[in-house]
């Protein structure tokens, strides 16, 4: 039988990017099974290049808005397939990136969904930014519909994305679940030094990772939270610059036990040196720092919001029901900083969890589906 070749498209294909990452490791697994990848990206990892990998640019002209770059790309990557239309046995697209019909369309993301849900920046903030977001993700509900319906199959990233999916008119018997995967060897249990991140070293560290630039990641919560528990030191990982969280934490009087990190490269160590994992987002279709943080072997608290809470046994961690519940994440924090020994129980469960969740099963996956779509 003939390789396989491989069209994946989405904006970039590299590490420290999640969708981007997702296409770079499936990218890595086909071209080691012999198959003919071409990317249609703006950007790509140089080493797959050096490894055979095709690369037809796709450079829209504006990067920003999303809402003028993202046209331009689709159409700039409707163009490079029209061109090399008959050449390729599957592409492989990452929502709304082309529009031509296609074999698989990878959704990571429902814009249809989140344009319901109750903490859309367009119902909590009346401004500018609200009404930009109103109007991106009205374009993108629209759109999405139209691409997963031109794609012969439709995998989703986690079972909140399926059952998004269907809530949005995608037949269910063209979805196929493909949880995301993580690092396992990056993200693994183990001991890192406190001083250089400047965490003191003989307290229970609670550590959150996320965007700080949206009320979505609900540090809001953690931060109520965390002033009523305090035996517990907060790490927050996360681009600090337009948040409003360090000046909140100023006025709760919180500096000495919430420590802004800034943005890191160097996650999987972070996590080493703390002791519980804190994420109880309002939305999140399936966030990998979920699954990192129970491969680094922490407790994880998190609410039903969040796609990757599906994994979170009561043996590894609490899942709140709602996210705005600060008294379940006071109880919670109370609970694990008062028992190291739970913690290392819960710690192990959560390792136990995530081990099977490798990027080298989930690009098996994918290559499994490509072999029956070609």
Request: charge should be neutral; proline fraction near 6%.
């Amino acid at each position: 039988m003939q390789p396989i070749r491989l069209a994946l498209v989405t904006h970039n294909v590299m590490t420290g990017d999640g969708q981007g990452r997702v296409n770079y490791e499936i990218a890595r697994y086909a071209l080691k099974r012999g198959a003919q990848v071409t990317l249609l990206a703006d950007r790509v990892a140089p080493e797959l290049l050096e490894a055979g990998a095709e690369w037809c640019a796709v450079h829209p002209r504006v990067q920003r808005p999303d809402l003028a770059k993202v046209p331009e790309f689709i159409w700039r990557a409707d163009q490079v397939l029209k061109t090399h239309a008959g050449e390729f046995d599957v592409v492989c697209g990452n929502g709304c990136v082309l529009s031509r019909p296609h074999k698989i369309n990878c959704a990571h993301f429902v814009h249809g969904a989140w344009l319901r849900s109750p903490v859309h920046p367009f119902r909590v903030r009346r401004d500018w930014y609200g009404a930009y977001q109103l109007l991106y993700t009205m374009v993108n509900a629209r759109a999405e519909r139209a691409v997963f319906n031109r794609a012969e199959a439709v995998v989703a990233v986690s079972e909140k994305v399926k059952d998004e999916l269907i809530s949005i008119g995608v037949p269910e018997s063209k979805i196929h679940a493909i949880p995301n995967g993580i690092d396992v060897v990056e993200f693994q249990p183990g001991h890192t030094e406190r001083q250089p991140f400047g965490l003191p070293p003989d307290q229970v560290i609670a550590v959150f990772v996320g965007d700080l630039r949206t009320p979505r990641k609900n540090l809001d919560t953690v931060l109520k939270a965390i002033a009523q528990v305090p035996e517990v030191h907060l790490a927050v990982v996360g681009n600090t610059s337009g948040s409003l969280y360090p000046r909140m934490a100023e006025m709760m009087n919180l500096n000495g036990r919430v420590h802004f990190l800034g943005y890191r490269a160097d996650v999987a160590k972070i996590m080493r040196a703390a002791d519980v994992f804190v994420f109880p987002s309002r939305y999140d279709p399936y966030p990998l720092v979920v699954l990192e943080a129970m491969a680094s072997g922490l407790p994880v608290i998190t609410a039903r919001s969040v796609g990757a809470a599906t994994l979170v046994t009561r043996e590894c961690g609490y899942v709140l029901d709602d996210p705005e519940d600060i008294d379940g994440l006071v109880a919670a924090l109370q609970e694990l900083a008062g028992d190291p020994e739970r913690r290392r129980r819960m710690g192990q469960a959560a390792r136990r969890v995530a081990e099977p969740h490798s990027w080298e099963r989930m690009a098996a996956a994918y290559w499994k589906l490509f072999e029956t779509v070609r």
